[in-house]
C-alpha cells in the first residue's frame, strides 16, 4: 500500500488527453482506474447572492453585520460534484476501490465514461496514487508548426542567436519596439508572453537556454522573484545565473561549496517547501562560506519550480519562437488556431491602426475591463505583431475558410468561421457542410442551411464577407 503522496504528473496535446485517460483502462484494467473526484462548494459571492435574494423574498432587513454571518455561514457549502480535468486515481490490483472510496458519476451524470471517487484527492491522496495526465496547448502547437512545414521539432536548435535575441529585443522580429508596443520579441510564446515575465526578461536580458530556465524557474516559484532575486540582481549583488532559479539550484550549489550531500538536500527540501532554515541548517551553510545573501534568500522562498520541469517548457517555448522568429506566417497560423479564442475580426482585417485603437480602448479601462476583454487584448498584440512584420488578415470567406483553422494564403490568414463572436465550432462545422451541397443564393439560404443566426449574419456583411449576396431567394421585379 502507498504510504506517502504520490502522483505522477505528464502533459499531452489537448486534442490527445481524452485517448490518453482511456489509455490507462488498458493498462491497469478499467476496474482499477478512476476520475479523481472534486466537490464544488458555494463560494462568497453566490452566498452572498442567496442572503440577499433570500431577505429580498421574504421581504426582510438584515444589518450589513448579520448578512456577513449568514454569508459565512453559507460559503463552502458543497453545491455538486465533478471530476479533476487529468487526474486520474489507479488501485493496487490486488485491492478494491472501495478500500479507499466510495465511487459516483460526477453530478450524477449516468452517461459519463468515467466514475470518479466519492471523495476528492486531498482526502486521500496520502494512501494511494494519482497520476496527472493533463491537457497542454504548446503539443498542439508544434506538431501543428510541423504539419505545416515538413520540420521536426527536435532539429530545432536551441541556442539560434536570432531566437535569443527576441527575449530582450523585439529586432530579430523585423520591428521595433514602439510598433508592437513591448520591449521583447515574447508576445505569444509559452511561459515568456505574460507582462509579468516580460517585466523578468527586461529586467535581466538573458542570452542563454540556461538563463531561460532560471526565469522559468523564478517565475514559476513563490517568493522567489518578487522582493527576493528582484532585488538582488538591481542592486549588483548578484547576477542572473547566481540567484537561487529553481529547487535543484540549491542542492547542487551546497554540495560545490562543501556540505555533505544528504544535508544539502535535506536543505533544499525545507527551502522549496517553504520551511526555511533551521539554525542548524544555515550554521552549516556559513561554516562552508555560503554568502549572507544566498542565505537570507532561502529563508523568503515560499515554493520552488522543479529544474526539469522548468527545462522541458523552455524547450517547447524556444522551438516555438523558432518558428516565430523564422516561419511567421506559420507561427501565427497556429497560435491564432490553437490559442486564441476572442477575436475581433472587424479591427483585425483593417490592419495595425484599428487594431491599435483598439488595444488603447481595452487598455483604457483598466481593472474595469472584462476577462473576456483581457483575453482579446492578448490576441489584438499579436494581431498587432503580425500586421507590422507585414502581414495581415482576409475576411471569412464562406467558400474557403475552415471551421476552426486559420488557413495560410501567401503572406495572409483566412480566419474560421468559429472566429466570428459568437459562432461556435458546431455551427460553424454546419456552415461547412452546408457549402458542399452548392453556392448560397441569399442571407436567408445561408441562415437556414448553415444554422447561422440573424446576428451573425449581421455580422459576416459587416466583414465583407457577403458581398451583395440578396437578403432572400424570392426575385424583385420592381
Known amino acids: 500500500m502507498i504510504t506517502s503522496k504520490a502522483y505522477l504528473s505528464s502533459y499531452f496535446s489537448g486534442e490527445y488527453q481524452p485517448e490518453a485517460h482511456n489509455y490507462t483502462k488498458v493498462l491497469f484494467g478499467e476496474d482499477y482506474v478512476f476520475r479523481a473526484g472534486t466537490i464544488g462548494t458555494v463560494a462568497e459571492k453566490t452566498a452572498y447572492g442567496y442572503v440577499k435574494g433570500y431577505a429580498s423574498d421574504h421581504n426582510l432587513q438584515y444589518r450589513a453585520a448579520e448578512v456577513d454571518r449568514l454569508v459565512q455561514g453559507c460559503t463552502g457549502v458543497k453545491r455538486t460534484t465533478g471530476q479533476h480535468p487529468g487526474g486520474i486515481i489507479v488501485v493496487p490490483d490486488y485491492m478494491d476501490i472501495y478500500d479507499f472510496s466510495p465511487v459516483q458519476f460526477p453530478a450524477d451524470a449516468q452517461d459519463s465514461e468515467w466514475k470518479t471517487t466519492h471523495f476528492d484527492f486531498h482526502s486521500i491522496h496520502d494512501n494511494i496514487l494519482k497520476l496527472d495526465i493533463l491537457g497542454h496547448d504548446d503539443p498542439t502547437v508544434i506538431r501543428m508548426l510541423q504539419d505545416l512545414s515538413g520540420i521536426d521539432p527536435k532539429t530545432i536548435p536551441t541556442d539560434d542567436p536570432e531566437v535569443m535575441r527576441i527575449f530582450s529585443s523585439p529586432e530579430s522580429l523585423g520591428v521595433t519596439e514602439e510598433q508592437i508596443n513591448c520591449k521583447t520579441g515574447t508576445l505569444g510564446i509559452p511561459e515568456f508572453g505574460t507582462r509579468f515575465v516580460r517585466q523578468m526578461l527586461e ?255 449581421e455580422y459576416l456583411d459587416q466583414l465583407g464577407s457577403l458581398g451583395d449576396m440578396p437578403d432572400s431567394n424570392q426575385l424583385s421585379l420592381f
Not at 522582493?227 to 547566481?242: D, F, K, M, R, Y
Not at 532554515?277 to 544566498?294: C, G, Q, R, S
Not at 487584448?377 to 474557403?400: I, N, S
Open 203 to 457: 529586467s535581466t536580458k538573458p542570452s542563454t537556454f540556461s538563463e531561460l530556465v532560471q526565469i522559468s524557474g523564478l517565475s514559476h516559484g513563490t517568493d522567489v522573484w518578487l522582493g527576493n532575486a528582484q532585488t538582488l540582481i538591481e542592486e549588483g549583488t548578484c547576477v542572473l545565473s547566481e540567484v537561487i532559479g529553481c529547487r535543484d539550484d540549491i542542492m547542487v550549489y551546497l554540495i560545490y561549496q562543501g556540505l555533505e550531500p544528504s544535508l544539502a538536500f535535506n536543505i533544499m527540501e525545507f527551502v522549496r517547501k517553504g520551511r526555511g532554515l533551521t539554525p542548524e541548517f544555515e550554521e552549516e551553510m556559513k561554516k562552508n562560506k555560503v554568502p549572507a545573501w544566498y542565505i537570507e534568500s532561502c529563508k523568503k522562498i515560499k515554493y520552488m519550480f522543479p529544474k526539469a520541469h522548468a527545462a522541458a517548457y523552455v524547450l517547447m517555448a524556444v522551438r516555438i519562437a523558432w518558428f516565430k522568429v523564422h516561419f511567421p506566417i506559420l507561427y501565427y497560423a497556429a497560435y491564432f488556431t490553437v490559442r486564441a479564442a476572442d477575436f475581433d475580426l472587424l479591427a483585425m482585417v483593417q490592419g495595425p491602426q484599428m487594431i491599435r485603437a483598439k488595444i488603447d480602448e481595452i487598455e483604457s479601462k483598466g481593472l474595469e475591463a472584462s476577462t473576456k476583454e483581457k483575453n482579446l487584448l492578448t490576441v489584438l498584440e499579436l494581431a498587432l505583431e503580425m500586421c507590422e512584420r507585414g502581414m495581415r488578415f482576409q475576411t471569412v470567406d464562406l467558400y474557403r475558410s475552415e471551421a476552426s483553422e486559420f488557413i495560410i494564403e501567401g503572406n495572409t490568414l483566412i480566419p474560421p468561421f468559429d472566429a466570428i463572436p459568437g459562432l461556435g465550432t458546431n455551427v460553424a462545422k454546419m456552415i461547412v457542410e452546408a457549402r458542399k451541397d452548392g453556392e448560397f443564393l441569399s442571407k436567408e439560404d445561408l441562415q437556414q442551411r448553415g444554422r447561422v443566426s440573424k446576428t451573425i449574419i
